[in-house]
């Protein structure tokens, strides 16, 4: 057994509570959320792991990706699924404009396609440019797009806002978006 770092023992929990619960033997409910002593069970297994490294993790996390429920029996990740759950997330109405960012090898795809959520459940945006700039910076050479999110709204589309502040939505058509230099 090999000993993780927090951090790879966060991204792991990323990859079981958003894609793959069924490499530590767990499920997810139809809500997203897992149980905890069975994560902790299943980590367990490959690395030293307890409730106070969970709950570190939980706590720390810059991106606040997951949430226990009140009395820490279940968790769950906020967003960023490619499995279908419903992480209970209520309509909201967004900001008049709302932010992506993507590496610049996405960009002649996203002009013709818009954006949309690949793997995942939702497209992803950000509130603010320099958020929408850290994750484009994680595809190489960050480019952003500005969203028309008001617009969108007012012509039907729905957005939803994560507990950790991420605005969601199931695609943003390219007549929605401006690239901005």
Same mark, same amino acid.
């Given at each position: 057994?090999?000993?993780?770092?927090?951090?790879?023992?966060?991204?792991?929990?990323?990859?079981?509570?958003?894609?793959?619960?069924?490499?530590?033997?767990?499920?997810?409910?139809?809500?997203?959320?897992?149980n905890?002593?069975?994560?902790?069970?299943?980590?367990n297994?490959?690395?030293?792991?307890?409730?106070?490294?969970?709950?570190?993790?939980?706590?720390?996390?810059?991106?606040?990706?997951?949430?226990?429920?009140?009395?820490?029996?279940?968790?769950?990740?906020?967003?960023?699924?490619?499995?279908?759950?419903?992480?209970?997330?209520?309509? $909201? =109405?967004?900001?008049?404009? +709302?932010? #992506? !960012?993507?590496?610049?090898? @996405?960009?002649? %795809?996203?002009?013709?396609?818009?954006?949309?959520?690949?793997?995942?459940?939702?497209?992803?945006?950000?509130?603010?440019?320099? $958020? =929408?700039?850290?994750?484009? +910076?994680? #595809? !190489?050479?960050?480019?952003? @797009?500005?969203? %028309?999110?008001?617009?969108?709204a007012?012509?039907?589309?729905?957005?939803?806002?994560?507990?950790?502040g991420?605005?969601?939505?199931?695609?943003?058509?390219?007549?929605?978006?401006?690239?901005?230099?």
């Amino acid at each position: 057994m090999k000993a993780m770092t927090l951090n790879e023992i966060s991204k792991f929990i990323a990859l079981i509570l958003r894609h793959k619960p069924e490499v530590i033997g767990i499920q997810l409910d139809e809500h997203g959320w897992a149980n905890v002593d069975e994560l902790i069970a299943g980590i367990n297994r490959q690395t030293p792991f307890n409730m106070q490294m969970l709950e570190k993790i939980v706590r720390e996390d810059e991106k606040t990706r997951y949430s226990f429920n009140e009395d820490k029996t279940l968790i769950r990740a906020n967003q960023g699924h490619s499995i279908p759950v419903d992480v209970e997330l209520a309509e $909201t =109405a967004p900001p008049d404009i +709302l932010y #992506h !960012g993507t590496g610049e090898k @996405y960009v002649s %795809s996203i002009d013709v396609q818009g954006l949309l959520p690949k793997s995942r459940l939702y497209v992803h945006l950000s509130k603010d440019t320099d $958020t =929408a700039c850290k994750v484009g +910076l994680r #595809h !190489g050479k960050a480019v952003i @797009y500005e969203v %028309s999110a008001s617009q969108m709204a007012q012509d039907g589309y729905k957005f939803y806002l994560s507990a950790n502040g991420v605005w969601l939505t199931k695609c943003v058509p390219v007549k929605y978006l401006r690239k901005l230099v």
